[in-house]
């Protein structure tokens, strides 16, 4: 089958790669027609982890089963789904919690599986015309019949989506409050279009790109573009001096300045400038142990200088980490059918597997208008019940949503 594979830094090639298979009898193979290239691809795409050459990548998966192991009863044949990019066992002590983020049993050794993920256990990823699919009974999502129709806005539930959701969970967000979000991105865009779903009050969002900030605008956001002057004061003076009551890190560990300078520490320091006293601050952006790629001595070590001093006195809380995908993602599906979120707006471009180096070039420099990236390994036009999602009425629904 087809596949792309990562071949070193800023290196990715479409190629020939064996068959993904059954391998268990729990497993499903899934035929994959959208699969999104996520701004965590690009911390792999830049060489910035311990990714092994060879690997596919792939973590944002939507197809059809075309075949199932002999334990699987609830998926069949035929059956349009969307996994999360956890890879998670149902039955450890942190999956019975709901925390499939952090599952104990497909990662031994660690908490947390993905598909062609750095670190993140030997699970190939779903850039590719096929995709195994571990306990697939548990990690599955069925899609209603709408599902060839939204595909673009169902595929946003592997990841994107319900991260945007985490983050906002994890800041605590509740109907009535301002909240501010660090990062533009794909993930930033959920996050906000997550809070103005919770009945947030006023929705603000930093980042430098103009193309970004204008889709946030979109859903009715207020824009702050920190290239054109300090983001806290902006904040603070939208929020009468106080700062927001909840806020959102979109970001990760290579935020930069306006200059485009990494500075690892930035926006953690920032977002407790901007939230109030008691906020409290969600953490999706990614954050890494080991970053020998950074420049910054203590970055290389996973450290930041963080102000905790003012975060204390401020009796802000924090929470972290990856998205338990799972949590969310049913809830979120069933808000996507009834018309009630639409996360499609975001997405720029839809090409075909064999587009996906030039798109990683693209998506990787933040040019202009490159926004999120779906990939349709069967080809971009193979679906005609497929929206297109560049028409202005696909973003008129997800304001009418809120
Ligand atoms: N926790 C999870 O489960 C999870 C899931 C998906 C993605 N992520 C992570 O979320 C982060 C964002 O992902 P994305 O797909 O939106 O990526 P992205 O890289 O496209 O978006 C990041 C945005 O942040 C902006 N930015 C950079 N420095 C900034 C600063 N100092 N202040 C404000 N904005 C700044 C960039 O201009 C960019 O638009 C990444 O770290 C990604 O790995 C985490
Ligand atoms: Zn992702
Ligand atoms: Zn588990």
Same mark, same amino acid.
């Given at each position: ?15 020939? !790669? ?6 268990? /009898? ?25 990714? *092994? ?23 069949? !044949? ?15 002590? $942190?999956? *019975? ?35 195994? @699919?571990?306990?697939?009974?548990? $990690? ?21 989506? /319900? ?17 501010? #979000?660090?990062?533009?991105? /794909? ?17 603000? &969002?930093?980042?430098?790109? /103009? ?7 979109? #859903?009715?956001?207020?824009? &702050? ?6 983001? @806290? ?38 977002? !407790? ?9 969600? @953490?999706?952006?990614?954050? #890494? ?39 969310? $993602? ?16 975001? !997405? ?25 990236? #779906? ?28």
């Amino acid at each position: 089958m087809k596949a792309l594979v990562y071949e070193g830094p800023r290196d990715v090639v479409v190629k020939n !790669v064996p068959d993904a298979k059954i391998e268990r /009898p729990t497993d499903a193979l899934v035929k994959i027609t959208s699969t999104n290239i996520c701004g965590s691809d690009l911390h792999m795409y830049e060489g910035r982890t311990d990714m *092994e050459k060879g690997r596919v990548l792939g973590h944002e998966n939507l197809g059809q089963v075309v075949e199932v192991g002999e334990v699987v009863d609830r998926i069949k !044949v035929g059956d349009w789904v969307c996994l999360p990019f956890n890879v998670s066992c149902g039955f450890c002590k $942190n999956c *019975e919690r709901g925390l499939t983020g952090f599952c104990l049993t497909t990662n031994p050794g660690t908490a947390g599986a993905a598909y062609g993920f750095a670190g993140m256990g030997p699970y190939s990823g779903g850039q590719a015309e096929y995709l195994r @699919v571990p306990y697939a009974d548990f $990690n599955c999502l069925k899609l209603p019949d709408d599902a060839q129709e939204k595909e673009n806005d169902y595929v946003m539930l592997s990841d994107i989506f /319900p991260t945007g959701w985490h983050a906002t969970e994890l800041a605590g967000v509740k109907p009535g409050e301002s909240v501010v #979000i660090y990062g533009c991105g /794909p993930v930033g865009l959920m996050a906000a279009h997550s809070a103005m779903i919770k009945g947030a009050s006023k929705v603000i &969002i930093v980042d430098l790109h /103009p193309d970004r900030l204008a889709l946030a605008e979109q #859903i009715g956001a207020i824009a &702050i573009d920190y290239s054109k002057g300090s983001a @806290v004061e902006q904040i603070l003076e939208l929020t009468d001096g106080e700062g927001a009551d909840r806020g959102c890190e979109c970001v990760g560990y290579q935020c930069h300045d306006p200059a485009g300078h990494e500075v690892p520490n930035a926006t953690m320091n920032d977002l !407790v400038k901007s939230v109030r006293a008691t906020g409290g601050i969600g @953490v999706v952006g990614v954050f #890494i142990p080991e970053d020998p790629g950074s420049r910054d001595k203590l970055a290389k070590k996973g450290k930041i200088v963080f102000d905790f001093g003012l975060f204390w006195v401020k009796g802000q809380h924090i929470a972290t980490g990856q998205a338990n995908v799972k949590a969310y $993602n049913h809830y979120l599906r069933d808000l996507i059918h009834a018309d009630r979120a639409k996360p499609s707006w975001i !997405v720029s471009h839809e090409l075909a597997l064999d587009e996906a180096p030039e798109a990683y070039k693209h998506f990787d420099a933040r040019d202009n208008g490159w926004t999120k990236v #779906i990939l349709h390994p069967a080809g971009a036009q193979k679906n005609p019940k497929r929206q297109s999602t560049q028409k202005k009425a696909v973003r008129k629904e997800a304001l009418h949503a809120h």
